[in-house]
Protein backbone atom coordinates (compact mmCIF):
# COMPACT_ATOMS: atom_id res chain seq x y z
CA UNK A 1 0.00 0.00 0.00
CA UNK A 2 1.50 3.57 -0.71
CA UNK A 3 2.10 5.84 2.25
CA UNK A 4 0.03 8.38 2.78
CA UNK A 5 2.48 11.81 2.60
CA UNK A 6 0.81 14.55 4.91
CA UNK A 7 2.44 18.00 4.93
CA UNK A 8 3.55 19.58 7.81
CA UNK A 9 4.90 23.53 8.56
CA UNK A 10 8.08 24.68 8.30
CA UNK A 11 9.19 23.89 12.43
CA UNK A 12 5.95 22.06 13.29
CA UNK A 13 8.72 19.75 15.23
CA UNK A 14 9.28 23.13 17.23
CA UNK A 15 7.18 22.32 20.07
CA UNK A 16 7.83 25.94 21.60
CA UNK A 17 7.09 28.47 18.83
CA UNK A 18 8.43 31.94 20.55
CA UNK A 19 12.06 33.01 21.59
CA UNK A 20 11.96 36.20 23.82
CA UNK A 21 14.02 37.81 26.42
CA UNK A 22 12.76 36.79 30.23
CA UNK A 23 10.80 39.18 32.46
CA UNK A 24 11.25 43.01 31.99
CA UNK A 25 13.00 42.42 28.43
CA UNK A 26 10.83 40.23 27.01
CA UNK A 27 8.80 43.22 25.43
CA UNK A 28 11.99 44.41 23.75
CA UNK A 29 12.46 41.38 21.31
CA UNK A 30 10.26 38.69 20.49
CA UNK A 31 10.89 36.27 17.62
CA UNK A 32 8.48 33.72 16.53
CA UNK A 33 7.29 31.78 13.29
CA UNK A 34 4.88 32.70 11.30
CA UNK A 35 2.34 29.90 10.12
CA UNK A 36 -0.66 31.49 8.77
CA UNK A 37 1.20 33.24 5.31
CA UNK A 38 1.11 31.77 1.80
CA UNK A 39 4.34 32.50 -0.68
CA UNK A 40 3.37 33.08 -4.39
CA UNK A 41 6.40 33.46 -6.94
CA UNK A 42 5.55 35.69 -9.89
CA UNK A 43 7.47 35.45 -13.05
CA UNK A 44 6.97 37.76 -15.68
CA UNK A 45 8.99 39.96 -18.40
CA UNK A 46 9.04 43.87 -17.90
CA UNK A 47 8.40 43.75 -21.98
CA UNK A 48 5.25 41.80 -21.27
CA UNK A 49 2.61 44.41 -20.14
CA UNK A 50 -0.64 42.52 -20.91
CA UNK A 51 0.58 39.89 -18.06
CA UNK A 52 1.81 42.24 -16.20
CA UNK A 53 -1.66 44.18 -16.21
CA UNK A 54 -3.12 41.08 -15.96
CA UNK A 55 -1.37 40.28 -12.08
CA UNK A 56 -2.41 44.19 -11.08
CA UNK A 57 -6.02 43.09 -11.84
CA UNK A 58 -5.67 40.40 -9.52
CA UNK A 59 -4.15 41.92 -6.99
CA UNK A 60 -5.73 44.99 -6.83
CA UNK A 61 -2.27 46.94 -7.14
CA UNK A 62 0.72 47.30 -9.70
CA UNK A 63 3.15 44.97 -9.44
CA UNK A 64 6.63 46.97 -8.01
CA UNK A 65 9.12 48.29 -10.33
CA UNK A 66 11.71 49.31 -8.25
CA UNK A 67 14.36 47.22 -6.40
CA UNK A 68 13.90 46.83 -3.01
CA UNK A 69 10.54 48.12 -2.78
CA UNK A 70 7.06 46.54 -1.99
CA UNK A 71 3.26 47.01 -2.64
CA UNK A 72 0.25 46.25 -0.45
CA UNK A 73 -2.60 44.23 -1.37
CA UNK A 74 -5.11 44.72 1.56
CA UNK A 75 -4.56 41.42 2.88
CA UNK A 76 -1.16 41.35 2.19
CA UNK A 77 2.10 42.41 0.30
CA UNK A 78 4.07 42.42 -2.79
CA UNK A 79 7.81 42.05 -2.71
CA UNK A 80 10.29 43.13 -5.48
CA UNK A 81 12.54 40.47 -6.14
CA UNK A 82 14.01 41.44 -9.30
CA UNK A 83 13.18 42.82 -12.36
CA UNK A 84 10.56 40.13 -13.60
CA UNK A 85 10.31 38.46 -10.23
CA UNK A 86 7.82 39.10 -7.29
CA UNK A 87 6.58 37.47 -4.09
CA UNK A 88 3.68 37.64 -3.09
CA UNK A 89 2.51 37.18 0.87
CA UNK A 90 -1.03 36.97 1.62
CA UNK A 91 -2.92 34.90 4.79
CA UNK A 92 -2.95 31.04 3.94
CA UNK A 93 -6.75 31.03 4.16
CA UNK A 94 -6.71 33.08 0.88
CA UNK A 95 -3.57 31.72 -0.86
CA UNK A 96 -5.23 28.54 -2.91
CA UNK A 97 -8.03 31.20 -4.46
CA UNK A 98 -5.11 33.87 -5.20
CA UNK A 99 -3.63 31.36 -6.56
CA UNK A 100 -5.89 30.00 -8.93
CA UNK A 101 -6.71 33.55 -10.10
CA UNK A 102 -3.11 34.54 -10.76
CA UNK A 103 -2.43 31.21 -12.36
CA UNK A 104 -5.36 32.33 -14.96
CA UNK A 105 -3.38 35.89 -15.88
CA UNK A 106 -0.41 34.09 -16.43
CA UNK A 107 -2.30 31.13 -18.88
CA UNK A 108 -0.76 32.05 -22.77
CA UNK A 109 1.09 34.50 -21.60
CA UNK A 110 5.35 34.80 -20.79
CA UNK A 111 4.54 34.51 -17.50
CA UNK A 112 3.97 32.05 -14.47
CA UNK A 113 2.60 31.93 -10.44
CA UNK A 114 3.68 29.24 -8.17
CA UNK A 115 3.00 28.58 -4.64
CA UNK A 116 6.42 28.59 -3.07
CA UNK A 117 4.80 28.38 0.70
CA UNK A 118 6.04 24.91 1.44
CA UNK A 119 9.81 25.39 0.54
CA UNK A 120 9.76 28.72 3.14
CA UNK A 121 9.91 29.49 6.28
CA UNK A 122 8.78 32.99 7.35
CA UNK A 123 10.19 34.81 10.90
CA UNK A 124 8.68 37.28 12.36
CA UNK A 125 10.95 39.77 14.50
CA UNK A 126 9.44 42.79 16.97
CA UNK A 127 10.41 45.08 19.67
CA UNK A 128 13.10 47.88 19.47
CA UNK A 129 16.18 45.10 20.02
CA UNK A 130 14.89 43.30 16.68
CA UNK A 131 17.74 45.19 14.16
CA UNK A 132 20.58 44.22 17.11
CA UNK A 133 19.72 40.82 16.79
CA UNK A 134 20.04 40.96 13.10
CA UNK A 135 23.01 42.90 13.14
CA UNK A 136 24.91 39.85 15.13
CA UNK A 137 24.71 37.45 11.76
CA UNK A 138 23.33 40.49 8.68
CA UNK A 139 25.48 42.88 7.15
CA UNK A 140 22.65 44.50 5.87
CA UNK A 141 22.69 48.30 6.87
CA UNK A 142 19.47 48.12 8.87
CA UNK A 143 19.27 51.87 9.58
CA UNK A 144 15.36 53.53 8.88
CA UNK A 145 17.53 55.59 6.06
CA UNK A 146 18.60 52.59 3.87
CA UNK A 147 16.06 50.00 5.01
CA UNK A 148 12.47 51.94 5.91
CA UNK A 149 9.37 50.44 6.34
CA UNK A 150 7.69 49.42 3.68
CA UNK A 151 11.62 48.11 1.91
CA UNK A 152 12.98 44.58 1.45
CA UNK A 153 16.01 43.18 0.65
CA UNK A 154 18.06 40.17 0.11
CA UNK A 155 21.43 39.11 2.28
CA UNK A 156 22.80 37.10 4.51
CA UNK A 157 21.92 36.16 8.07
CA UNK A 158 24.24 33.61 10.02
CA UNK A 159 25.46 32.89 6.98
CA UNK A 160 22.12 32.17 5.25
CA UNK A 161 20.46 33.66 1.79
CA UNK A 162 17.22 35.46 3.36
CA UNK A 163 14.84 38.02 2.61
CA UNK A 164 14.11 40.38 5.17
CA UNK A 165 11.39 42.34 4.89
CA UNK A 166 10.91 46.07 7.14
CA UNK A 167 7.68 46.42 8.31
CA UNK A 168 8.15 48.96 10.69
CA UNK A 169 11.60 50.45 10.64
CA UNK A 170 13.77 50.04 13.60
CA UNK A 171 11.08 47.59 14.98
CA UNK A 172 9.52 45.08 13.35
CA UNK A 173 10.71 42.44 10.32
CA UNK A 174 10.27 39.40 8.42
CA UNK A 175 12.78 36.94 7.30
CA UNK A 176 12.18 34.75 5.02
CA UNK A 177 14.24 31.55 4.36
CA UNK A 178 14.45 28.47 2.66
CA UNK A 179 12.74 25.88 4.47
CA UNK A 180 15.91 23.74 4.22
CA UNK A 181 17.94 25.75 7.13
CA UNK A 182 14.76 27.13 8.60
CA UNK A 183 16.00 25.04 11.82
CA UNK A 184 19.81 26.33 11.84
CA UNK A 185 18.46 29.81 11.14
CA UNK A 186 15.89 29.09 14.67
CA UNK A 187 18.26 27.64 16.97
CA UNK A 188 21.12 30.70 15.94
CA UNK A 189 18.25 33.37 16.54
CA UNK A 190 17.68 31.66 19.57
CA UNK A 191 21.38 31.95 20.62
CA UNK A 192 21.46 35.39 19.62
CA UNK A 193 19.05 36.81 21.81
CA UNK A 194 21.22 35.15 24.91
CA UNK A 195 22.98 38.46 24.83
CA UNK A 196 19.90 41.11 25.34
CA UNK A 197 19.28 38.85 28.24
CA UNK A 198 17.07 36.26 26.26
CA UNK A 199 16.23 33.10 27.19
CA UNK A 200 18.81 30.43 25.87
CA UNK A 201 16.43 28.15 24.19
CA UNK A 202 12.87 28.73 22.52
CA UNK A 203 10.17 28.98 25.05
CA UNK A 204 6.59 30.27 25.08
Keep these: MAETLVPTAPLAHQCEPLIEAPAGIGDRVRIAPVRDAALLLLRARADEPVALAAFAQVLGTPLPDHACTTASTGDGRIIWLGPDEWVVEVPASTGPTRLAALEAAAH ?82 ADAVVEFGGAERART
Design 108 to 189: GRCAMALDITAGRAVFALTGPLAPDVLRKGCPLDLHPRELPSGRAARSVLAQTGVLIVCEEAGRAYRVVVDRSVADHLWRWL
